[in-house]
């Protein structure tokens, strides 16, 4: 049934799955008729095909998570938007003189989706397709500060918080006041946090359809507080960009 310009069991399904998402991927049908305010019997049925296509898993407990059938269209998309994007790294990687990447939040980690490399012979390498752990990344803290702190607490009970150095943030509590600060002044440094003598800067593209994040990193001896002061601005114009590519994609 055709719902305005849409198609209203399409438009259904689309928000189960973004609903199920935003409560962490692992949902009872109550939480998503609270969500949704969908009847329950529509639900259900909705649920039934998402399962039977592999969209979705039902567990022994009786709950739903996303299934394996979105990992393939998730990577197909992630290749997608790092091909659009890379134009917009390259120029940013040749303004600022650093190595520039686009990562997105996939299966409570932050996956490098684009990379353009700095032109230096020293300079950061991260491949295409990496996954790291959100809590000690630049790329990482940009997109979970872009989920609620529930969604947030959920994904470090599932992957915790192992340091990569002793500058790691350990602890859940500082992880929130971190996600504070990230959303009061639009960006995120990583300061030797995933690996010593390396600093990032890092902000959020807006309204991509998973949290994306635009970075830039190299040697803290060139990634210092001025160079942050130059490539902060650079790196939401950019940002922009990409988002604007997105919509029109």
């Given at each position: 049934?055709?719902?305005?310009?849409?198609?209203?069991?399409?438009?259904?399904?689309?928000?189960l799955?973004?609903i199920?998402?935003?409560?962490?991927?692992?949902?009872?049908?109550?939480?998503?008729?609270?969500?949704?305010?969908l009847?329950?019997?529509?639900?259900?049925?909705?649920?039934?095909?998402?399962?039977?296509?592999?969209?979705a898993?039902?567990?022994?407990?009786?709950?739903?998570?996303?299934?394996?059938?979105?990992?393939r269209?998730?990577?197909?998309?992630?290749?997608?938007?790092?091909?659009?994007?890379?134009p917009h790294?390259?120029?940013?990687?040749?303004?600022?003189?650093?190595?520039a990447?686009?990562?997105?939040?996939?299966?409570?980690?932050?996956?490098?989706?684009?990379?353009?490399?700095s032109?230096?012979?020293?300079?950061?390498?991260?491949?295409?397709?990496?996954?790291?752990?959100?809590?000690?990344?630049?790329?990482g803290?940009?997109?979970?500060s872009?989920?609620?702190?529930?969604?947030?607490?959920?994904?470090?009970?599932?992957?915790?918080?192992?340091?990569?150095?002793?500058?790691?943030?350990?602890?859940l509590?500082?992880?929130?006041?971190?996600?504070?600060?990230?959303?009061?002044?639009?960006?995120?440094?990583?300061?030797?946090?995933?690996?010593?003598?390396?600093?990032?800067?890092a902000?959020?593209?807006?309204?991509?359809?998973?949290?994306?994040?635009?970075?830039?990193?190299?040697?803290?001896?060139?990634?210092?507080?001025?160079?942050?002061?130059?490539?902060?601005?650079m790196?939401?114009?950019?940002?922009?960009?990409?988002?604007?590519?997105?919509?029109?994609?």
């Amino acid at each position: 049934m055709a719902n305005g310009s849409g198609v209203q069991s399409v438009d259904r399904v689309i928000d189960l799955l973004e609903i199920m998402t935003d409560l962490g991927g692992d949902v009872a049908l109550n939480e998503i008729a609270a969500a949704s305010q969908l009847p329950l019997p529509t639900i259900h049925r909705l649920m039934r095909t998402l399962v039977m296509r592999g969209y979705a898993r039902q567990l022994p407990s009786r709950r739903y998570t996303l299934g394996p059938r979105l990992i393939r269209l998730g990577e197909s998309a992630g290749r997608q938007l790092g091909a659009g994007a890379r134009p917009h790294l390259e120029r940013l990687a040749g303004e600022l003189g650093e190595t520039a990447n686009l990562a997105m939040i996939d299966r409570d980690m932050a996956v490098y989706v684009a990379q353009a490399a700095s032109r230096h012979s020293m300079r950061m390498f991260t491949e295409v397709g990496r996954r790291v752990y959100c809590h000690c990344t630049g790329v990482g803290k940009v997109v979970l500060s872009q989920l609620p702190d529930k969604t947030i607490r959920e994904i470090i009970g599932r992957v915790g918080m192992q340091p990569a150095t002793d500058q790691s943030i350990t602890s859940l509590d500082a992880l929130l006041k971190e996600m504070e600060r990230i959303r009061e002044r639009g960006y995120a440094v990583d300061d030797g946090e995933q690996e010593i003598g390396v600093r990032c800067y890092a902000v959020p593209v807006p309204d991509a359809p998973t949290p994306t994040a635009l970075s830039v990193s190299g040697p803290a001896i060139r990634v210092t507080d001025d160079f942050g002061e130059t490539a902060v601005p650079m790196l939401h114009s950019v940002a922009r960009d990409i988002a604007q590519e997105l919509l029109s994609a």
